[in-house]
């Protein structure tokens, strides 16, 4: 395994590791603190928390009642884990678009966070990071207004993990053609039918990015250009972060997004489906506290390089002796 | 309150005893301290034993029927009680036999400390030995025990301009003293080299700045001093004993480089023994950490606050110094079995004031002074022993 | 297995939940029922606050020889951090080479695993500090 040759196929320089003491709830944590620093609400007025990943560190208990303890939306609320492969986020996205937009609920937050695995050695390994993103859903004092959803959604083998089991498994090419990109070409053409858009029309456009290379190709074959996708495209620089995927991408836009500008975003998740959202970017952008936490950009910046053996240490591949007290 | 003596002394030695079990190494050092005595056993009226964790180290609580038990004094049925405080557990029960005598409740006691530390991995003996921590808010965030003298020792040196040397130098000085014991764990010296280089445990001290894992017992008889004459011609009195306690927290003292239950204790043993901190002419201090015993002798008085490495520095805590402190080598070289060290330092110190000490000997002893410290401080345990 | 006894203390492990003595407005972290200072007199008049979670490294240590569960992250910075509002806490220093740690820094807090009841037990979160760029 030629680390220089996986690194240009898959145009993957480096990727996020989390520390031991981290895992997809303290992250999404940090990321629903930091989304609370830069909104004036009461946290009591949040409805709804959801929170989409692979990694929940348990299979019973929910991350999102963590994350409502952490931001002090206990007790009145209604809180469920999502799972949907690496769509999970974007799925916790439209149930709050649900709840919001019924009026059942005045506020939901929706967060897309994973620590990702991938067996020693398999070429998952090597992209599958960590990160993740959370997302205010409300109809006051909107940034951005999510204009449509959309979405497509088979039953297609292309990756899976059974119960119980550490690492997940795949199809090799059959990933990409038939689980990849029909899914996200079908749901990313289904969304622009809808709202008769076509791609000159967005400003950026973020697609689920598992390498480099996918969301370049599909672009292109959706029609998009290089410029549009630039500043969603983190995996080159932190890897795949699976649920954090799409949702990291689309804060990166929203970093730097004007009032106006339009956002093309399609999310992708094994088993298979594609969410599609339609944005256009409001006035109140202007006035939103962007810089009362750290962008997208300023996160990716600050990074520390580890070897294997640290990197190894840190994903519990190597065994510790556990002493029973 | 009326006087009280001690009248024999007894002690095992500590180190890794494998073939001796937690009762055999208790009554081992009970039986040495009732034969220094001259009793036969019968006149015994109660028992403490000073012990911090049975119910952990070898999982027996119930310590006090335990060694009344095998002592071979259950038959008589006299009161056994377990006396615990951490690292002042030995202290403590000094402290507890010292009040039912000078109360008039008991005329002949016997006090114990033992400990069995190494029938558990090294790994579960420093997690054992957290307990004397705040659980709750310092343990259970990954403060050791002995990172939190590690805090100490930054902030010490951090205050007053301490230097890594001076500390390392504590363990220097009680290796050299350890190396006159027949009884300490270690009794090699050691170069300050080997102190500044040995691995590091949590920085800036490392392996030989703390007083190992250690099998240990030791014994006293405390007697009415009205009837001590009756059974031996070397009679030590006990002058003081006083007790202070503080935060359970490091964090939550007003300076982490003073310990207030030592300055509030000594205070209290200084006031009743009715002597200033110059009149002490050798003392065992509550070396867990080199750090501890630089805070102890400044908090006892012996030297100014922010002075205690630069008194050690300058030899005045070994032979021909101010004042000989350690002369048993301390816990650092002679050994810490937890809850047996505070009795030990009381047999030390009578050894001492009795010039039994051979080759250790402090020429013209007559004050002594031991103590004792439970967790990083929160309990300390002072007293104050003199010729009769 | 413990999980009550963790599970209590969790607003002031998560969000720094700590109370003001009303009668001397002292600042008590862990939260009590009575203020060390004023005694009886503060009983029911201490008030609930939280903690801004700023400080600074009053002083520190680099753990090398630590208990099984923390095998994974030796070695760890634990350091006694001097709040804003004037305690004092006991922590790690997290997110920066344990050799840049010095008295006086600046930190913030945030939350990360402190350990868990084994593989099959519950989780425990609270707070540990990174450096204020």
């Not at chain 1, 449509?148 to 039953?155: A, L, R, V, W």
Request: proline share 4%; aromatic share 8%; net charge negative.
């Amino acid at each position: 395994m030629d680390g220089e040759m996986i690194s240009r196929s898959l145009l993957i320089f480096s990727k996020s590791v989390p520390s031991p003491d981290e895992d997809t709830i303290t992250i999404s944590v940090e990321a629903a603190r930091d989304m609370m620093k830069r909104v004036s609400i009461n946290p009591c007025d949040i409805g709804a928390i959801y929170v989409g990943s692979e990694s929940h560190p348990y299979a019973v208990k929910p991350t999102g009642t963590i994350v409502a303890e952490a931001i002090e939306a206990s007790p009145n609320l209604t809180v469920a884990d999502f799972e949907f492969a690496c769509k999970a986020g974007t799925a916790a996205i439209q149930a709050c678009m649900g709840l919001v937009g019924s009026g059942m609920i005045k506020y939901g937050v929706a967060i897309g966070a994973d620590t990702s695995q991938g067996a020693p050695g398999d070429p998952l390994e090597y992209a599958a990071s960590a990160g993740g993103a959370a997302f205010l859903i409300g109809r006051k004092k909107m940034i951005a207004r999510i204009n449509q959803t959309f979405s497509y959604t088979t039953d297609t083998p292309d990756f899976w993990r059974r119960e119980g089991q550490p690492y997940p498994s795949h199809g090799g090419r059959f990933t990409g053609e038939p689980a990849y990109f029909k899914h996200v070409i079908g749901c990313g053409k289904g969304l622009m039918q809808i709202v008769k858009t076509k791609p000159e029309d967005y400003d950026y456009a973020v697609f689920h990015q598992p390498n480099g290379k996918f969301p370049v190709r599909v672009a292109k074959q959706l029609g998009f250009t290089e410029d549009q996708i630039e500043t969603g495209l983190l995996t080159p620089f932190i890897g795949n972060t699976y649920s954090g995927s799409v949702p990291l991408g689309l804060a990166a836009i929203l970093d730097v997004a004007k009032p106006g500008e339009r956002i093309f975003a399609v999310a992708y998740g094994s088993g298979a489906g594609s969410d599609g959202f339609d944005i256009t970017v409001r006035p109140e952008m202007q006035q939103y506290r962007r810089d009362a936490a750290p962008s997208v950009r300023q996160f990716v910046e600050n990074k520390k390089f580890i070897d294997y053996a640290t990197y190894a240490k840190f994903k519990g591949m190597i065994k510790l002796a556990e002493v029973v007290s | 309150m009326r006087d009280v003596a001690i009248i024999g002394i007894g002690d095992t030695k500590f180190g890794e005893l494998w073939d001796l079990s937690f009762r055999e190494i208790g009554i081992q050092a009970g039986l040495t301290a009732v034969g220094d005595a001259n009793l036969s056993g019968d006149e015994i009226d109660a028992l403490y034993v000073g012990n911090m964790s049975g119910g952990r180290f070898i999982e027996q609580e119930h310590i006090g029927a335990v060694i009344a038990d095998y002592s071979g004094m259950a038959r008589d049925h006299i009161p056994a009680t377990r006396v615990e405080a951490a690292g002042a557990s030995g202290g403590l029960a000094i402290r507890q036999g010292y009040m039912a005598v000078a109360s008039g409740l008991h005329d002949i006691v016997v006090v114990g400390g033992a400990e069995k530390m190494t029938d558990v991995p090294d790994v579960m003996s420093v997690a054992i030995q957290a307990s004397a921590e705040d659980q709750q808010w310092e343990a259970i965030f990954g403060a050791t025990f002995a990172s939190l003298h590690a805090m100490i020792a930054r902030r010490h040196m951090h205050e007053y301009g301490t230097t890594r040397e001076q500390i390392a130098q504590v363990a220097v000085k009680n290796h050299k003293h350890g190396a006159l014991n027949p009884k300490a764990q270690f009794q090699r010296e050691v170069s300050l080299d080997t102190v500044l280089r040995s691995p590091p445990v949590a920085e800036p001290l490392g392996v030989f700045d703390c007083a190992p894992n250690s099998d240990g017992a030791a014994a006293v008889v405390l007697c009415a001093m009205e009837k001590a004459k009756k059974y031996t011609d070397t009679v030590i009195k006990i002058a003081a004993s006083a007790q202070a306690s503080d935060t359970l927290a490091l964090h939550h003292r007003t300076d982490i480089c003073t310990f207030d239950a030592t300055r509030v204790a000594t205070a209290r043993a200084f006031k009743q023994a009715k002597i200033m901190p110059n009149d002490v002419d050798v003392a065992e201090i509550n070396d867990n950490f080199t750090i501890s015993e630089i805070l102890a002798i400044e908090d006892l008085g012996f030297f100014k606050k922010g002075e205690g490495g630069k008194a050690t520095e300058e030899g005045q805590t070994t032979f021909g110094g101010k004042v000989v402190v350690n002369s048993s080598g301390g816990l650092k070289a002679r050994g810490d079995p937890i809850g047996a060290t505070g009795v030990a330092q009381i047999v030390e110190i009578v050894t001492q004031l009795r010039g039994e000490a051979g080759k250790r000997q402090v020429k013209g002893a007559e004050i002594g002074l031991a103590h004792n410290v439970g967790g990083a401080g929160g309990t300390v345990v002072v007293h104050i022993l003199e010729v009769v | 297995m413990p999980t009550a006894r963790f599970w209590r203390e969790n607003p002031s492990r998560y969000n720094l939940k700590a109370c003001r003595c009303g009668v001397c407005g002292k600042v008590i972290f862990p939260p009590r029922s009575i203020c060390p200072i004023c005694h009886r007199k503060s009983m029911g008049k201490m008030e609930e606050i939280k903690l801004r979670g700023e400080g600074e490294v009053y002083s520190f240590s680099i753990v090398h020889d630590a208990p099984s569960q923390f095998e994974m992250l030796k070695p760890y910075v634990v350091a006694i951090i001097k709040m804003g509002e004037g305690v004092m806490l006991t922590s790690q220093v997290i997110d920066c080479d344990p050799a840049e740690v010095k008295i006086g820094m600046k930190v913030r807090s945030t939350m990360r695993k402190l350990g868990e009841d084994g593989a099959a037990g519950v989780i425990y979160y609270g707070y540990k500090f990174v450096p204020i760029e």
